[in-house]
């Protein structure tokens, strides 16, 4: 059969031109790769969540709006109910985002180097994606932003503030200028501002293009894969109609209610994992031929000399870390996440005698 007569034929082109998502899968005992937190839950809290998880009649359908669970988290955050989405994960959210507010120029703008799924999902659903370099302390570059906006009139900017990978957050001034000059939605993806404690759910009553992002998953419940949309109701009205029915199942919304409900399981893991973090630090900056890159996340981005040659290294002492191929300005850096005490043990051993060697 040709090619033409293949049904390889039927494929979008905005498909072929890209690769699809992927996490390289080497098994290692000491996983600092994935940004996830380092800590289950512990005995009793498993127990306790386990024993709502049993009485859950998998048979059934769950509650399609997720009312309860937003509820809760309309309580927790002090923000309408009615403006609420939940996703599975931040991807699905960022997916419908992309369908449905997409619609005028095509064009989706996000700075370079960030979180991916906004590049890819958006060239799978046929839009053009301009990428703005940020600047030397991987800040926004404002006056190139404010330049692309005029030029392009993007339908979306997306922002990761704090930033992965780079771990930063962004200046909160150059991010309301961009949302004064955009005609567009300007999506801020909050995935990391646990450990930022910084918010931009407040600006949402002054700027009606501002959407915020939030996910459970790097708070010790990634498995769960829930992400929440906070935008004015009759925003998330219109992105709700591209939600799939039942897309968040029964057991991931009784994860997410026992989260809500014990609030003080989260901030404990938090405060361990942030105190962990500056420990972490003092240990790397030790190292003279490791740079650290400052951070607001639960991760630090790293430049080596070799790159290549200590992602293998680590992975022969069991560690795994992150690393970018080589890719621009993240040639030489790796990605590491803050993981337990002896975990972060664990890593400075293995980097202090790798150096000296």
Known sequence: MSDAGSIKSRISK???SIS???VPRIDCSVKLDGNESPYDLEGEEKLALSERLA????NRYPDPEALDVRTSLSRAVGFSVD???LGNGSDEIIQMIVEVLGGKSGRVLVPSPTFSMYRITSLLLGKQVTEVELDESFDIDLEQTLETIRAQDPDIVFLATPNNPTGNSFSEEKVLEILEASGGAVVVDEAYCDFSKKSYIPH???YENLLVLRT???IGFAGARLGALFARPQIADEVNKARLPYNINSLSQQVMSFALENPEVIERKISLIL???????ASLERIEEIYVYPT???FFLVRVPDADFLFTELVKNDILVRRFEGRGRLANCLRITVGTSDENDRLTEALVSIFSS
Do not use: F, Q, T
């Open 14 to 16: 905005s498909v072929r």
């Open 20 to 22: 699809a998502y992927s």
């Open 55 to 58: 009485k859950l009649p998998v």
């Open 83 to 85: 403006g609420i989405l």
């Open 204 to 206: 949402i009553d002054k």
């Open 216 to 218: 459970m998953s790097k």
């Open 275 to 281: 105190s962990e973090r500056e420990r972490v630090r």
């Open 296 to 298: 607001d996340a639960n």
